[in-house]
């Protein structure tokens, strides 16, 4: 079979168009049709081809894949109005969730398979879009200037005790800005925003690089803790370079708010919902349907080292070296919801 894919380069431009064609058909089981689905991805994972090509062996239907970040393939569904090809809008994190869904460019969907598989925390209540893996945003700590036992909570990141000490990458980052949104529904506005001071006053440097940027600099003793999400961990554990090893060797994984009644651990999800204008609507549900089976989960999950949605499906034996943990119930439509006032606190205590 072949994926279609389309990168966009530059502001909702198709720039290129290529032909995947990674894939053999294998034949056997392939049945034949003109049935396709178009896909609009803001995941950039390239084990998630494994996963349309199970779809299309199992429904015949051929998927063409658009993949650009989240905000590019929302405006692209706007701009395109009534007339986008779009059936499927797929990002990595609640916020975009949320803002397609308030853009207004998503469908509510009802499914048996989706509402009774993927956890009620993890979906929309109208059925607007649907979780679809999910990623625990942990602390990393140097082990050797920190121990767990100095660990316990994103509150006490704030603790002056960590002064000089933290990294954490830009307010710019969706994955802060989910977190931000799940400590606004924990502490209230007041609160979350003195946490947020706090952390700043305790940045070991400005906000600068990406989540694995930050691991690194953790390894390397720039600073001593940061938060990041776990799958960034286990690729450097799993990377072939001696250098990823070395700084995967220097540090440790720590699940906060594990206390006795405290809330647990955030996570965020990659999911995805069907787009409103949808031309092929039946098969854009079946896709989702698909990607919350337990065959696809381990391939859509396992690829990129995240927790699957479903429990029964195993997890990548690095990813659960990090241990067993609680994650925070909280639904992702509302730290979703919370994301501008999230950002704007952001703003306010000077996180840049
Ligand atoms: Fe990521």
Request: charged content about 20%; overall charge positive; proline content about 3%.
């Amino acid at each position: 079979m072949s994926i279609t894919r389309r990168v966009f380069l530059g502001a909702g431009v198709a720039a290129t168009a290529i032909a995947v064609d990674q894939f053999r058909r294998s034949g056997l089981g392939f049945a034949q049709s003109n049935r396709v689905l178009n896909l609009y991805s803001a995941r950039h994972y390239d084990t998630d081809n494994a996963l349309y090509e199970s779809f299309t062996q199992k429904t015949g239907i051929k998927v063409n894949l658009v993949e650009a970040e989240a905000d590019k393939l929302i405006e692209r569904i706007k701009s395109e109005g009534v007339n986008s090809p779009a059936d499927v809008l797929i990002t990595v994190d609640a916020g975009r969730l949320w803002r397609a869904q308030e853009a207004g460019i998503l469908q509510p969907v009802t499914s048996k398979v989706l509402q009774t598989t993927v956890p009620k925390s993890l979906q929309e209540v109208g059925g607007h879009w649907f979780g679809l893996s999910r990623r625990a945003r942990v602390i990393v700590y140097n082990k050797e200037r920190v121990k767990p036992s100095d660990l316990s909570t994103y509150e006490d990141l704030a603790n002056p005790k960590w002064k000089g000490r933290l990294l954490v990458r830009s307010s710019s980052s969706v994955y802060n800005q989910s977190l931000t949104g799940a400590m606004l529904a924990a502490l209230k506005a007041q609160k979350t925003e003195a946490w947020a001071k706090g952390l700043v006053a305790n940045f070991a440097r400005p906000p600068e690089g990406n989540d694995t940027a930050q691991i690194k600099a953790v390894a390397t003793g720039v600073g001593d803790v940061t938060l990041v999400n776990t799958y960034y961990v286990a690729r450097l554990s799993k990377s072939k370079k001696a250098e990823d090893q070395d700084v995967a060797s220097k540090i440790g994984v720590f699940f906060p708010n594990q206390g006795k009644g405290d809330r647990g651990t955030h996570v965020n999800i990659s999911g995805g919902g069907v787009v409103k204008t949808a031309p092929n609507r039946d098969a854009a549900v079946q896709f989702l349907e698909h990607l919350a089976s337990p065959a696809a989960q381990s391939i859509f999950a396992g690829g990129n080292y995240e927790y699957p949605i479903l429990d029964k499906v195993a997890i990548d034996p690095i990813v659960s070296s990090f241990g067993t943990f609680k994650a925070d119930a909280l639904n992702a439509a509302v730290y979703g919801r919370n994301n501008a006032e999230a950002l704007q606190l952001m703003d306010r205590a000077g996180w840049k």
